[in-house]
C-alpha cells in the first residue's frame, strides 16, 4: 500500500501472518515481514535532477546508489532505505523527514558543503536540530542529543 505525503511518499509493509493470527507458523521470510507490519519502510523524495541529488546526498550524508532507468534512483546507507523520483519538483509540505547525527555542527557543514540550505535551527527539550532544504528543494532536518 503506497500513502502520499507531500514531500515525501512513504510505503507502508502489508501484514504477513497466517489466517488464524499465529505468528509462529510463518516462514522466516515472513516473519521478518510481521516485524516490519505497520512502520515505516521506505521514503522517497523528488528532485528535479537526479544527478544533483545524488551528489548532494552523497556528499552530505554518504548515501549510496542504485539507478533504476532514467527517472529514479534508490538509495542505502540513511538508516532506511528510499528513493528518489527524478523530474519531479518537491512540494512543501508538513512531512518532514530528520536524520540524526552524533557531531551536529560537522553534519550541518557537510550540508553547506554540498550545497544544502540552512532554514532554521533550534534547540529543544533533550536535543538540538536544523532544518535545511537540499539543491532540488526538499526540506529535512538533522537533530542530535543534548549535552549531559
Not at 532506511?80 to 530528520?98: A, H, N
Not at 557543514?109 to 532554521?120: H, Q, S, W, Y
Not at 535545511?132 to 526540506?139: A, T
Amino acid at each position: 500500500m503506497r500513502l502520499l505525503f507531500a514531500p515525501v511518499m512513504l510505503l507502508v509493509v502489508a501484514a504477513c501472518s497466517d489466517a488464524s493470527g499465529d505468528a509462529s507458523s510463518l516462514s522466516a521470510g515472513d516473519a521478518i515481514m510481521a516485524q516490519k507490519n505497520n512502520h515505516i519502510d521506505y521514503v522517497e523524495l523528488a528532485a528535479e535532477d537526479l544527478s544533483v541529488a545524488k551528489a548532494f546526498y552523497g556528499a552530505a550524508f554518504g548515501w549510496e546508489f542504485q539507478d533504476w532507468g532514467e527517472t529514479y534512483v534508490s538509495f542505502t546507507g540513511a538508516g532506511l532505505d528510499g528513493g528518489i523520483r527524478g523530474g519531479e519538483k518537491p512540494v512543501d509540505g508538513s512531512t518532514l523527514v530528520i536524520l540524526y547525527a552524533d557531531d551536529l555542527e560537522a553534519s550541518e557543514k557537510r550540508v553547506v558543503d554540498a550545497g544544502g540550505e540552512i532554514t532554521e535551527r533550534h534547540d529543544f527539550p533533550g536535543g538540538r536540530r536544523f532544518h535545511f532544504r537540499d539543491p532540488s528543494g526538499n526540506r529535512l532536518a538533522v537533530w542530535t542529543k543534548a549535552e549531559e
